[in-house]
Every structure is written in structure tokens, then in C-alpha cells.
């Protein structure tokens, strides 16, 4: 990079502050597949977003949110699945600049460089837009209830998440056995039916239609419009 393109980028960096929305991506974000990664030698964290090929409008949609912070378009990734040579996993993924805004938010997230909940979580996610885009990120339909796939957080970690849920946004929820991984139970929090009704009514606004498929049809005789005007 050239002297000229580094101080431009300086400037960029210097005229960016994150937007509400974009604060509330990033922890919705966060809470579920997003990462901030500190890559090579920047001393900035940089946000970074990866999803399956097939989630691709929600990449898109993440971008243009994020594009005043990002230089290149999303591009395809493709990768070998560690658990099976013979299959390729293909995503799409973007990251952006380097920022401070990022590496402060990488501070409350992470430990020792493993993503963590935070002690004073209630405080981080009221947003029922962050609600909605950590579902998008981890949510999927259990019958009539969903769960949401905590599994790398412990299950302190999970409770604390549960606690949240109720008191910011009046979701009762359990944990769930998941799988055993390397000898060790994995849970997941289960937001129960009755709950399920009231996250959608949280979320409706902010769900992609490429994404109604987490969440299940409450009662199933109810469409997905009834419940938008009920």
C-alpha cells in the first residue's frame, strides 16, 4: 500500500464511528457466529463475517449495514470440512478495517482469545434488533419452541444469557442436553413455546424472509402474516 492509500485510509478511519445499528449487529453478531479477529500485524481489531453459501442474502445484508466500513465486496471461501476430506464447505465472507470501536467491543468478548459472555450482559443486549440477528445467526426450530445454538459458551455462561432473555426481553427459557464433544456434555438454550410467540413478535421486523425457516408456525394453522398483524 502506498503512502498516499495508507493516509487515506487514516482518515477513513478516523471520520468512522459505529452507528447504533451497527453496534447492535455486532453484538447480535457476536453472540452468535460473528468474530473479531486481530489479523497479522494490526493493532486494531477488525470484525469479521462468514457464513454458508446458502445464507448468502444475509451476508448481504450484513455488508450493507457494515459498508461504510468495509473495503471489498463479500467473497466465495471455499474450504475442506475438517471431519471429511472429501467435502467442501463454501461461505461467504467479509471483514472490515481495523478500528479501535472493534477492539474495545473485542475486550468485553473475549478472554485469552475465546469468545465469552460478559458479567454485565443485561446491560450490552436490549435491542430487540440484536435479539433478532443473534437468532438469525444461531436460531433454529424445535416443533413448536426454537433453540438457540449456545454450545460454546459454558453453562454459566448460558444462565447468564438465560437471565438476560427474561429480564430485557420476557423469554423463558431451559437448558438443553445437545452432544457430547470430546467427553464433555454441550448445552443449548430451548426458548419454550409459549416464548417462542413473543421472540417473533420481538423480531418480525427485523426477520429476513430468507430466514423465517428457524422459526416455527405458532399455532401451526396461523400464517406468518396473521401473525405480523395479530
Not at 426454537?146 to 454450545?151: D, I, M, Y
Amino acid at each position: 500500500m502506498n503512502t498516499m492509500a495508507v493516509r487515506e485510509l487514516e482518515l477513513l478511519k478516523e471520520s468512522l464511528r459505529l452507528s447504533p445499528i451497527q453496534k447492535d449487529l455486532l453484538i447480535g453478531s457476536l453472540l452468535g457466529d460473528g468474530n473479531l479477529r486481530f489479523h497479522q500485524r494490526n493493532l486494531e481489531a477488525t470484525f469479521v463475517v462468514d457464513h454458508g453459501f446458502r445464507q448468502k442474502d444475509y451476508v448481504q445484508w450484513k455488508y450493507k449495514i457494515m459498508r461504510d466500513w468495509v473495503l471489498t465486496e463479500p467473497k466465495v471461501l471455499e474450504r475442506i470440512y475438517h471431519k471429511d476430506r472429501e467435502r467442501k464447505l463454501v461461505s461467504l465472507r467479509f471483514s472490515t478495517i481495523s478500528h479501535p470501536d472493534f477492539s474495545l467491543l473485542h475486550k468485553v468478548f473475549y478472554r485469552d482469545g475465546k469468545k465469552v459472555i460478559p458479567r454485565n450482559i443485561k446491560e450490552i443486549i436490549k435491542s430487540p434488533f440484536s435479539l433478532a440477528v443473534w437468532f438469525m445467526d444461531d436460531g433454529n426450530k424445535n416443533h413448536q419452541a426454537v433453540f438457540l445454538n449456545t454450545q460454546q459458551f459454558s453453562r454459566v455462561e448460558q444462565d447468564m444469557l438465560r437471565e438476560c432473555l427474561k429480564e430485557n426481553f420476557g423469554l423463558d427459557s431451559t437448558l438443553n442436553k445437545h452432544w457430547v464433544f470430546n467427553e464433555k456434555q454441550l448445552w443449548r438454550i430451548r426458548i419454550n413455546t409459549a416464548s417462542t410467540k413473543r421472540l417473533y413478535s420481538l423480531i418480525k421486523d427485523f426477520l429476513l424472509p430468507s430466514m423465517t425457516y428457524k422459526i416455527p408456525l405458532i399455532p401451526v394453522t396461523t400464517s406468518f402474516e396473521e401473525l405480523r398483524t395479530g
